[in-house]
């Protein structure tokens, strides 16, 4: 019986794919695995049984991934599982980016009480909240993974011009483009596109991406979305940018205080993900991620340990988590068996053995080792 935790609500059509042999609940002092949301779990003390994180969702800032890997526990999140629902609300922001759609209604509600005059007054005052279609302008986008496809080609069957940077861009994803100019640089993007969306993950190389310098790099009037991570962007240099007009309108999916209230700014309250199919296909995924390891010690999607997956040969498997530059040989020699696999990613190897005789693995280098 393998012990889940979950410390938020996961969907039941991912939690009901664990079957019979798993107890889930939010409260377990033992758990095998946790599947979490927006949790934070930095300051969560990690039981010796825990051997995999599963985040029902891209990005895993609440998780402390370094000290998970540290400790042998594998962290693992849904990429993709979300991106239609982020693209559809990307696709709004463009929309209420340009047209004043926000502060429109906000304005209609003030004419209540006006009677029959209230249609007078609407024509009266629309033309305060015009604004431009999207139509024949450029967007530009920030990390083309998979939100980012989907945005460009969103973008591009809505008539704009799309041109995008990613220097992890894969062939595979590259062909997944319907009509995107795939740049070398952001400073490519920053000079041609009417509207920025960024889609990268928040690390101490994209830290307030979009800053003074950078905007400063942009054309006047310039609409910019950001609906990854708050940190991303430098709040006050918008704001500043804002003021002076060389940004026309800020939308993101962060409301944070010092945003708040401020003209040109549409803060929503972190909708990216919030509707039920997405949540389903979170579920579905972190699930699946976690009963493989669990049962079969494969890792598929994991954001601090190598992927591996092995088709099971029969005997005991034996699976060891290691530092990068273990001896594989000697691991394999101490399992008593050669059908293995390994790989290694940054400073950690990971490795199966089939039909091993052995889990007494005392090897240099070795973290963990679990036999199943």
């Known amino acids: 019986m393998y012990n889940i935790l979950t410390l938020n609500k996961i969907a039941k059509c991912?939690?009901?794919?664990?079957?019979?042999?798993?107890?889930?609940s939010d409260s377990c002092d033992t758990p095998d695995a946790v599947l979490v949301r927006s949790a934070s779990m930095h300051d969560t003390e990690l039981p010796e049984s825990l051997l995999a994180i599963a985040r029902a969702g891209a990005g895993v800032n609440n998780i402390p991934i370094a000290d998970c890997a540290a400790k042998g526990i594998v962290v693992f999140n849904s990429p993709g599982a979300n991106a239609n629902a982020v693209k559809e609300l990307v696709i709004a922001g463009l929309l209420l980016s340009s047209r004043r759609i926000v502060a429109g209604i906000e304005w209609a509600k003030t004419?209540?009480?006006?009677?029959?005059?209230?249609?007078?007054?609407v024509e009266k005052g629309k033309s305060n909240f015009a604004g431009p279609e999207i139509t024949g302008k450029t967007l530009g986008i920030i990390g083309l993974g998979a939100i980012g496809i989907k945005v460009a080609n969103a973008a591009a069957a809505l008539?704009?011009?799309?041109?995008g940077c990613d220097p992890y861009l894969s062939e595979a994803n590259k062909a997944k483009l319907s009509d995107c100019t795939v740049v070398d640089s952001n400073d490519e993007v920053y000079a041609v596109a009417d509207y920025i969306t960024v889609h990268v993950p928040?690390?101490?190389?994209?830290?307030?991406l979009i800053n003074s310098n950078t905007i400063a790099k942009m054309k006047d009037g310039v609409r910019i979305l950001n609906y990854s991570r708050d940190g991303l962007v430098d709040s006050a240099d918008i704001i500043e940018a804002l003021k002076s007009g060389k940004i026309s309108a800020y939308v993101t999916d962060f409301a944070t205080d010092d945003i708040l209230g401020e003209e040109g700014v549409i803060a929503l309250p972190?909708?990216?993900?919030?509707t039920p199919e997405s949540e389903d296909n979170c579920a579905i995924m972190a699930a699946n991620e976690v009963k493989d390891y669990l049962e079969n010690g494969n890792i598929v999607n994991s954001v601090?340990?190598?992927?591996?997956s092995k088709t099971r040969a029969g005997g005991t498997r034996v699976c060891v988590i290691a530092k990068a530059d273990v001896d594989v040989e000697a691991i394999k020699s101490a399992a008593g068996s050669d059908d293995a696999e390994s790989a290694t990613k940054g400073d950690y190897t990971y490795v199966i053995i089939d039909n091993a005789a052995n889990a007494d693995i005392?090897?240099?280098?070795?973290?963990?080792v679990r036999s199943i």
């Open 159 to 163: 008539g704009m011009k799309v041109v």
């Open 202 to 208: 928040l690390n101490d190389g994209t830290r307030a």
């Open 304 to 308: 601090n340990l190598p992927a591996l």
């Open 270 to 274: 972190h909708l990216g993900a919030s």
């Open 362 to 368: 005392a090897v240099d280098g070795v973290i963990r």
């Open 14 to 24: 991912g939690t009901d794919i664990l079957g019979d042999n798993y107890s889930v």
């Open 111 to 121: 004419l209540k009480g006006n009677g029959d005059q209230v249609g007078k007054l």
